[in-house]
């Protein structure tokens, strides 16, 4: 006799949990498989793409850079532009 102590809910997740792991695996040992057969061809692909992702990131961090140099010479320049006739007050309360 078998007692179930967990719900069909959970026995479905299980499985399809499994079936991924299993699906996964199977594409890293094909992925295995074809490197050991092709070892150039994957090489220059990953060259490629870790070449391409780090001139993305270096043009992005060159544009941080840019940016920033901007924003520091204009807020140093408004700095000296303000207006004395200008006063804040806080928002009146009810």
């Given at each position: 006799m078998i007692f179930r102590t967990y719900s069909q809910t959970l026995s479905q997740?299980?499985?399809a949990m499994a079936?991924?792991?299993l699906m996964v695996g199977l594409m890293l040992i094909s992925l295995g498989v074809l490197i050991a057969v092709?070892?150039?061809v994957f090489a220059y692909v990953v060259a490629v793409i870790?070449?391409?992702?780090?001139?993305?990131?270096?043009?992005?961090?060159?544009k941080i850079f840019l940016m920033q140099r901007r924003l520091n010479r204009t807020t140093s320049s408004q700095e000296d532009m303000r207006s004395p006739n200008v006063q804040i007050r806080p928002p009146d309360v009810f």
């Open positions: 997740a299980s499985k079936l991924g792991i092709f070892p150039k870790l070449i391409a992702a780090g001139l993305g990131f270096a043009s992005v961090a060159l």
